[in-house]
């Protein structure tokens, strides 16, 4: 049975050092969707161990209180992510981050490690998912292969500091660098049925340049984006949450559609503008986000 969890609302993914104590003890009062403890980049190598053994004990002493906990292990390429997918599943955290992702073989070897920890440490088989971080021009030019890597993935996420550099560019405020990179990896995660997610913005003095950022992301299909600082929350979850008159329009559209089907009716029009099935399940994609994000309770 696939784990329920799969879909859930990720709007806000927010990176937290897992060297400093401090910053993974309470990070649900700011209320984002998920959290990503970093092993990786943000942790010195000579300060692995010291947290992986923060990590452990957050995972088995904090009550998160419903945000998700991601774990972002080290790259493949070195010999410590074996011991930080066994730290992190034994925690009992929620899902496994993969750094540098460039082939489905990458997901293929993660997911045989996690089955291993799963069994030694009495975790559900299944209980632990997987993403992949993109930081590649090889690896988003595989992203479909990769989206459709394993059935506990539950999305893909772009990385925006290798990636540029490997595409030897940098990253320059615009989003240009990104444009190809975000619709393929959109257009990879929705062909495969998963999620996808944004790189961080890193300039926290320019939150309208944030706005306009994770504004261009959500038209362009993305499901959330990841972030490093709790200012940006706020933005992100009202960008990502379906206004009142979008829900009023999509519980109208639902309603016509069902009635209107019920009598043979193909076409019609609702406040204006003309309707027909293909626009169901946007209308109910549109209710069911409003529902998980708690602006919504009706039955539809």
């Known amino acids: 049975m696939k784990n329920p969890n799969l879909k859930r609302l990720r709007r806000s993914m927010m ?6 104590p401090s910053l993974i003890k309470d990070p649900y009062i700011y209320k984002p969707d998920c959290i990503i403890l970093d092993l990786e980049d943000a942790v010195a190598h000579s300060e692995k161990d010291a947290a992986r053994f923060s990590l452990y004990h957050a995972l088995r002493e904090i009550d998160y209180r419903g ?9 493949l390429d070195t010999d410590l992510w074996e011991e930080d997918i066994r730290c992190a599943v034994a925690g009992g955290c929620d899902s496994i981050r993969i750094s540098k992702t460039e082939t489905a073989a990458d997901v293929k070897k993660v997911e045989a490690a996690i089955i291993a920890a799963e069994k030694e440490f009495g975790r559900p088989e ?8 993109l930081e590649s021009a090889k690896g988003v030019l595989n992203s479909l292969e990769i989206c459709q890597a394993s059935e506990r993935m539950f999305g893909i996420a772009l990385s925006g500091g290798d990636y ?10 615009t989003g240009v660098e990104f444009m190809g990179a975000r619709q ?7 062909a495969s049925g998963v999620q996808c997610f944004d790189t961080v913005y890193t300039n926290l003095n320019d939150m309208e340049g944030f706005r306009r950022d994770v504004e261009t992301i959500h038209t362009m299909g993305f499901d959330g984006k990841s972030i490093i ?11 990502f949450t379906p206004k009142e008159k979008e829900i009023i329009f999509a519980e109208k559209v639902v309603r016509e559609i069902d009635e209107k089907s019920a009598q043979g009716i193909g076409v019609f029009t609702v406040d204006g503008k003309m309707i027909d099935i293909a626009f169901y399940d946007g209308a109910k994609r549109t209710l069911a986000l409003a529902k998980a994000a708690g602006v919504y309770k009706g039955d539809l």
């Open 164 to 173: 540029t550099k490997d595409l030897q560019t940098t990253i320059s405020g």
């Open 15 to 20: 990176f937290l050092n897992c060297q400093k």
């Open 126 to 133: 299944g209980s632990t998912l997987i993403m992949a971080a």
């Open 229 to 239: 600082n709790p200012r940006q929350i706020p933005i992100v979850h009202e960008i």
């Open 67 to 75: 945000v998700e906990r991601v774990v972002r292990i080290n790259g």
């Open 184 to 190: 393929f990896m959109v257009m990879a995660a929705r």
